[in-house]
T-cell receptor, first 114, second 111 residues
Framework: GAGVSQSPSNKVTEKGKDVELRCDPISGHTALYWYRQRLGQGLEFLIYFQGNSAPDKSGLPSDRFSAERTGESVSTLTIQRTQQEDSAVYLC????????????FGPGTRLTVT | GQSLEQPSEVTAVEGAIVQINCTYQTSGFYGLSWYQQHDGGAPTFLSYNGLDGLEETGRFSSFLSRSDSYGYLLLQELQMKDSASYFCAVTPQGGYNKLIFGAGTRLAVHP
């Protein structure tokens, strides 16, 4: 079956512009996660969605970051007024409800803010 | 809070066995996971230890000791394709919905 997909694969934007990143999780996976990975570093948790429950936004670094999810499908991560420190790979993952430790990752969106 | 420590780099030769350690300081967690990430690729799940002890999956094994705040990933019969970064991650209590990752260990396998 299809894995997690993300778009765009690469995004170059000017400082101060808004960007929107998209994630399509594996069908049937109720949980969806966003992570950020800076070059040579580990993954930084951003936000988690589980079904219709309130999302866990505890990892969002600032109010410039927001995310939405439509039911148990597509999610979008929006970064407003981008800054150079936002440059990173943004990874989306999904998992079955009972196996949150086994996450399936998409290929990521490489964001470069110039 | 949670803090995980891993060696930054490990080097080994083909056919050898390598152990990647992960020590942690955490107020509580459900289990320890391991992920593999090749350069430019997405992380892929390798194993999970919810209980103390050894879990074996083919050439890879993972171990957890809560009393020692320690876990490891053991890779046997190393192959060139095992060259990648390996991350340990905890599922924190009260946060049974996210993974907190270590900074990763870069494994280089040489002929």
């Amino acid at each position: 079956g299809a894995g997690v997909s993300q778009s765009p694969s690469n995004k170059v934007t000017e400082k101060g512009k808004d960007v929107e990143l998209r994630c399509d999780p594996i069908s049937g996976h109720t949980a969806l996660y966003w992570y950020r990975q800076r070059l040579g570093q580990g993954l930084e948790f951003l936000i988690y969605f589980q079904g219709n429950s309130a999302p866990d936004k505890s990892g969002l670094p600032s109010d410039r970051f927001s995310a939405e999810r439509t039911g148990e499908s597509v999610s979008t991560l929006t970064i407003q007024r981008t800054q150079q420190e936002d440059s990173a790979v943004y990874l989306c993952a999904s998992s079955a409800r009972r196996r949150p430790y086994e996450q399936y990752f998409g290929p990521g969106t490489r964001l470069t803010v110039t | 809070g949670q803090s995980l420590e891993q060696p930054s780099e490990v080097t080994a030769v083909e056919g050898a066995i390598v152990q990647i350690n992960c020590t942690y300081q955490t107020s509580g967690f459900y289990g320890l996971s391991w992920y593999q990430q090749h350069d430019g690729g997405a992380p892929t799940f390798l194993s999970y230890n919810g209980l103390d002890g050894l879990e074996e999956t083919g050439r890879f094994s993972s171990f957890l000791s809560r009393s020692d705040s320690y876990g490891y990933l053991l890779l046997q019969e190393l192959q060139m394709k095992d060259s990648a970064s390996y991350f340990c991650a905890v599922t924190p209590q009260g946060g049974y919905n996210k993974l907190i990752f270590g900074a990763g260990t870069r494994l280089a396998v040489h002929p």
